[in-house]
């Protein structure tokens, strides 16, 4: 691998699948070896659509091949007028929804960053509220609204105007939902900080996939509506389908004040990311927030061909939660036969997740998984979820490959476990 020993020690995924990937078509990969990989892990995230889709490629190389602009800042360009057009026509208005949409830089943490921005900007508050074991990206405002404490750890300076809430069931459901915060927030004595905006997650992906229950995604609506508080959806991971609707707070019924999309906005793995804002609170003024990358327009024809191709009629969101649901009863059989481990399955659509009661096992899990050429990655604070996520567009043979591979891994590492 003597190619790689210039790249820095913080490279991660490499260390766990080490091999050299070099071509990539739906739900696989293949080496330099012409080894094939299934994949259930589809870019954290951003490969919704699988790898290299049709539909998408295609009018991709037609734009290059015919020298349409690659870098547009954001100016005004055929590309973007056409995302932005489609967007509205397919996404936006069918749900009743009503948003300017902002370009920041083509990131989830750009996104985040924009969207804290706005809500201290309108709100003219600096403290922000984030929950238990959110994950919200690597900048330092992002970091500062994250749980995990070794990614919190790399900022180097104290990570301050954030103040963490339990996130649904932090007590196991044995307190009821807003307690603590419903309390501090009403009581003038409490010494909390009023907050600008409270940021959440529907689903934490990086954080174990953990859903929030609808109720408790209503209640948090409601109670940022009562004490004027700015309600801030990171769909970054969670939106374009992952959990089955294009935005995963659909299911709720709420409406947030700013959203934050990326992953699979592109739908290719071209860098893109959007913040969506509601129209009276887009108080930017011009250039505020900016980027040399905001205007990537090949992500913006691939981004418009991928809502064309799949947010046209409701297939691929039933499909999403019919497969969801056929991971869900694999993962409970495997949880039901297991002995000594405790095995918890956990998700939603197809975010999925298993918990282990012995937290390295899920990493073992995916090493064995991947012997068994299967890429899927751990989450939660000690890493003791394994994460299936496909591509929604796996086909179901695929899937039942995948899930024949999980359950061997699974039962390869947890058997002969002693109680
Ligand atoms: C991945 C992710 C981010 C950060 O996105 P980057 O593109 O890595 O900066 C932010 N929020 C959530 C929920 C994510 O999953």
């Not at 939106?239 to 299911?251: D, H, L, M």
């Not at 993962?331 to 297991?338: K, M, N, W, Y």
């Not at 918990?355 to 989450?379: D, V, Y």
């Not at 979820?385 to 590492?413: F, H, N």
């Amino acid at each position: 691998m003597n190619d790689f020993d210039v790249e820095s020690e913080v490279r991660s995924y490499c260390r766990s699948w080490p091999v050299v990937f070099d071509t990539a078509r739906g739900a696989r990969l293949t080496d330099v070896d012409g080894r094939s990989y299934l994949d259930f892990f589809a870019g954290a995230g951003a490969l919704n659509y699988g790898h290299n889709p049709p539909a998408l490629k295609e009018p991709l190389l037609e734009y290059l091949g015919r020298d349409g602009i690659t870098h547009g800042l954001d100016m005004y360009t055929v590309a973007k007028g056409e995302f932005l057009r489609t967007f509205e026509e397919l996404v936006l208005r069918p749900r009743g929804l009503n948003y300017k949409v902002q370009f920041p830089g083509p990131t989830g943490a750009n996104t985040v960053e924009s969207a804290l921005k706005l809500a201290r900007k309108i709100a003219g508050r600096e403290s922000i509220i984030n929950f238990t074991h959110a994950f919200h990206g690597m900048t330092l405002g992002a970091l500062s609204v994250t749980g995990n404490s070794m990614k919190r750890g790399g900022a180097g300076i104290p990570l301050v105007h954030a103040t963490p809430m339990p996130f649904d069931n932090y007590f196991d459901g044995t307190v009821p939902d807003f307690l603590w915060l419903d309390r501090l927030l009403g009581d003038s004595g409490s010494g909390l900080n009023e907050p600008a905006g409270v940021i959440v997650e529907t689903v934490q992906g990086e954080g174990g996939i953990n859903p929030a229950r609808i109720e408790w995604l209503q209640g948090l609506a409601d109670l940022c509506r009562r004490h004027h508080i700015l309600l801030i959806v990171d769909d970054v991971q969670m939106g374009v389908g992952r959990t089955g609707p294009f935005f995963s707070f659909e299911i709720a019924g709420i409406e947030p004040d700013i959203v934050c999309l990326s992953k699979s906005i592109s739908g290719y793995g071209l860098p893109m990311a959007l913040t969506l804002i509601k129209p009276e609170y887009d108080q930017w003024g011009p250039g505020e927030h900016n980027g040399t990358f905001r205007g990537n327009n090949p992500a913006f024809v691939t981004a418009t061909a991928a809502l064309r191709e799949y947010w046209s009629d409701d297939a691929l969101e039933r499909s999403t939660l019919a497969k969801g649901e056929r991971v869900e009863a694999a993962l409970s059989e495997l949880a039901d036969s297991s002995q000594a481990v405790e095995l918890t399955p956990k998700g939603r659509g197809l975010a999925r997740g298993l918990s282990f009661s012995h937290p390295e096992m899920a990493a073992k899990t995916c090493a064995a998984a991947f012997e068994r050429g299967l890429l899927m990655e751990t989450a939660g604070p000690s890493d003791e979820v394994m994460k299936i996520m496909p591509p929604l567009t796996i086909s179901d043979a695929e899937l039942e490959e995948g899930l024949a591979v999980v359950g061997d891994a699974v039962r390869t590492v947890t058997e002969g476990v002693l109680a």
